[in-house]
């Protein structure tokens, strides 16, 4: 229990933002009315996209430094959740984007950073594939993923703050929008956002038990 | 080393300061070897590369090539859009055919040597700046050929090659180091291309943009924040490049 009260809270912060996010009052704005709810889904799989990330970057450069296989492992595993929550993200900005702008994809300047960032953790995977020593493999991976690192925070934070876009509270400032911060949907959103992250570092270390096991068998 | 406290009175130079002298001196020679180790890895360079000159030769004809057909599909660019879309098509790929051409094409007893002979920062150093005049010279001859044929319509002429210089010297050190990270993956060019092309955009998309500014010839303050971030985006990549590169060196 000591070791997975955090799982347990994830559930229940879970479980209170399915529920009180259809529920509860949502205000009312133009063009995006009930579908601002999805904001508990879609905002939230970007934050767990980017705790990953961040997590496969620190790891990455732990690995770097020490050489220890476990490093690598990690960081290895957060990246490939945190592109499964970035996959997640985009579905739902797609669904979003089909009901308020009327289209499943438009050019809009965050959502071709998103893809980029998708694209460049694809690629990072297939370098992972590419090379079978797993030492060559661990320190080559960490390079990589420092540099998609650098290029993701430049996507997705400086180049929609430069430029105007059809998010909502975008032309100069793209981190939270004015309307939300200050009614009761922010009762529901940082719960949610923090239910989030702990699943998604849930999935994680799950998957870094499976290849440690992996790992066993194969040595 | 004795201690601030006990400091003697006899005007002799004292231990701590012959050692600051001597660490000082040391971190000069450092600079020293280096700068020489850069200075013979680029002469090497450039003479394997004139040995050999058909890659070199290979390369222009790629450009030129390319240009040719550009023009004989279009015949006349008028559109802003197409002509700068084309044109960094064209120098995109150039860069990626010449930083991979440094990388993938050392087998593994040639770099074994050169582990035993320099510095990795030397090595990444002086491959870096040799791909950066390369890309130069690259970029303008595709400049020249390609106003030659396909028109120029470029209004701020001075922007426009500023971008293609800060492009090329941008798109070129990234290359090289997604290059070196490719050659480690069984030196395989379809790595090399999935590697590069995400990673590159964010340099591609701010010269796009710049250089579409510059065709339609706004003037310089209105680009200052693009021209801030390319770089900026420069000099992140190369001092990511050469901090990182002694990782990949030790196989």
């Given at each position: 229990m000591k070791k997975n009260w955090w799982k347990i809270l994830c559930v229940l912060l879970l479980v209170y933002t399915l529920v009180a996010g259809f529920l509860t009052e949502v205000p009312r704005l133009p063009i995006l009315h009930e579908t601002i709810r999805n904001q508990y889904f879609h905002v939230c799989m970007w934050f767990s996209m980017m705790i990953l990330f961040t997590v496969s970057l620190v790891y990455s450069i732990k690995h770097l430094a020490g050489n220890k296989l476990m490093h690598d492992t990690i960081a290895a595993e957060a990246a490939n959740t945190g592109i499964f929550f970035g996959i997640l993200g985009l579905l739902t900005g797609s669904l979003w984007a089909k009901y308020?702008?009327?289209?499943?994809?438009?050019?809009d300047v965050k959502l071709n950073g998103a893809a980029i960032t998708m694209l460049t953790y694809f690629a990072y995977l297939v370098l992972r594939n590419a090379i079978p020593d797993e030492k060559k493999r661990g320190k080559v991976a960490a390079v990589y993923n420092i540099f998609s690192y650098v290029m993701m925070l430049v996507f997705i934070l400086i180049y929609p703050r430069m430029s105007d876009s059809l998010?909502?509270?975008?032309?100069?400032?793209?981190?939270?929008?004015?309307?939300?911060?200050?009614?009761?949907?922010r009762l529901v959103f940082y719960p949610a956002v923090i239910g989030w992250s702990l699943l998604g570092v849930w999935i994680m270390t799950i998957q870094i038990r499976i290849q440690q096991i992996k790992n066993h068998i194969d040595l | 080393m004795k201690s601030a406290k006990s400091k003697q009175n006899t005007g002799l130079p004292t231990f701590g300061y012959i050692w600051r002298i001597r660490n000082s001196y040391l971190r000069y020679q450092s600079q020293v070897n280096m700068y020489k180790e850069v200075k013979y890895l680029i002469q090497k360079e450039i003479l394997l590369e004139w040995r050999q000159r058909y890659a070199l030769g290979g390369m222009i004809l790629y450009v030129i090539t390319t240009v040719f057909v550009c023009y004989l599909s279009f015949?006349?660019?008028?559109e802003t859009n197409a002509w700068n879309a084309l044109f960094w098509i064209i120098v995109l790929f150039a860069a990626v055919n010449a930083s991979a051409k440094s990388f993938l094409q050392e087998n593994k007893g040639r770099l074994l040597y050169y582990y035993t002979i320099c510095s990795p920062q030397a090595f990444i150093l002086s491959k870096i700046i040799y791909n950066v005049a390369l890309m130069l010279t690259l970029s303008l001859i595709c400049f020249a050929f390609y106003s030659l044929f396909m028109g120029n319509i470029v209004d701020n002429m001075l922007l426009f090659l500023a971008v293609v210089v800060l492009g090329s010297v941008g798109l070129s050190t990234l290359l090289t180091m997604i290059s070196a990270i490719a050659?480690?993956?069984?030196?395989n060019f379809t790595v090399m291309a999935i590697l590069a092309f995400p990673i590159i955009m964010p340099i591609l998309i701010t010269i796009i943009r710049l250089s579409q500014n510059a065709i339609t010839g706004t003037d310089f303050s209105f680009n200052l924040k693009y021209f801030l971030v390319l770089f900026s985006l420069d000099v992140i990549v190369g001092i990511l490049s050469y901090l990182l590169f002694p990782y990949l060196w030790k196989d």
């Amino acid at each position: 229990m000591k070791k997975n009260w955090w799982k347990i809270l994830c559930v229940l912060l879970l479980v209170y933002t399915l529920v009180a996010g259809f529920l509860t009052e949502v205000p009312r704005l133009p063009i995006l009315h009930e579908t601002i709810r999805n904001q508990y889904f879609h905002v939230c799989m970007w934050f767990s996209m980017m705790i990953l990330f961040t997590v496969s970057l620190v790891y990455s450069i732990k690995h770097l430094a020490g050489n220890k296989l476990m490093h690598d492992t990690i960081a290895a595993e957060a990246a490939n959740t945190g592109i499964f929550f970035g996959i997640l993200g985009l579905l739902t900005g797609s669904l979003w984007a089909k009901y308020t702008w009327g289209a499943w994809w438009t050019n809009d300047v965050k959502l071709n950073g998103a893809a980029i960032t998708m694209l460049t953790y694809f690629a990072y995977l297939v370098l992972r594939n590419a090379i079978p020593d797993e030492k060559k493999r661990g320190k080559v991976a960490a390079v990589y993923n420092i540099f998609s690192y650098v290029m993701m925070l430049v996507f997705i934070l400086i180049y929609p703050r430069m430029s105007d876009s059809l998010h909502p509270g975008n032309g100069g400032n793209p981190a939270f929008s004015k309307y939300d911060l200050d009614n009761t949907m922010r009762l529901v959103f940082y719960p949610a956002v923090i239910g989030w992250s702990l699943l998604g570092v849930w999935i994680m270390t799950i998957q870094i038990r499976i290849q440690q096991i992996k790992n066993h068998i194969d040595l | 080393m004795k201690s601030a406290k006990s400091k003697q009175n006899t005007g002799l130079p004292t231990f701590g300061y012959i050692w600051r002298i001597r660490n000082s001196y040391l971190r000069y020679q450092s600079q020293v070897n280096m700068y020489k180790e850069v200075k013979y890895l680029i002469q090497k360079e450039i003479l394997l590369e004139w040995r050999q000159r058909y890659a070199l030769g290979g390369m222009i004809l790629y450009v030129i090539t390319t240009v040719f057909v550009c023009y004989l599909s279009f015949k006349n660019v008028i559109e802003t859009n197409a002509w700068n879309a084309l044109f960094w098509i064209i120098v995109l790929f150039a860069a990626v055919n010449a930083s991979a051409k440094s990388f993938l094409q050392e087998n593994k007893g040639r770099l074994l040597y050169y582990y035993t002979i320099c510095s990795p920062q030397a090595f990444i150093l002086s491959k870096i700046i040799y791909n950066v005049a390369l890309m130069l010279t690259l970029s303008l001859i595709c400049f020249a050929f390609y106003s030659l044929f396909m028109g120029n319509i470029v209004d701020n002429m001075l922007l426009f090659l500023a971008v293609v210089v800060l492009g090329s010297v941008g798109l070129s050190t990234l290359l090289t180091m997604i290059s070196a990270i490719a050659s480690k993956a069984n030196n395989n060019f379809t790595v090399m291309a999935i590697l590069a092309f995400p990673i590159i955009m964010p340099i591609l998309i701010t010269i796009i943009r710049l250089s579409q500014n510059a065709i339609t010839g706004t003037d310089f303050s209105f680009n200052l924040k693009y021209f801030l971030v390319l770089f900026s985006l420069d000099v992140i990549v190369g001092i990511l490049s050469y901090l990182l590169f002694p990782y990949l060196w030790k196989d």
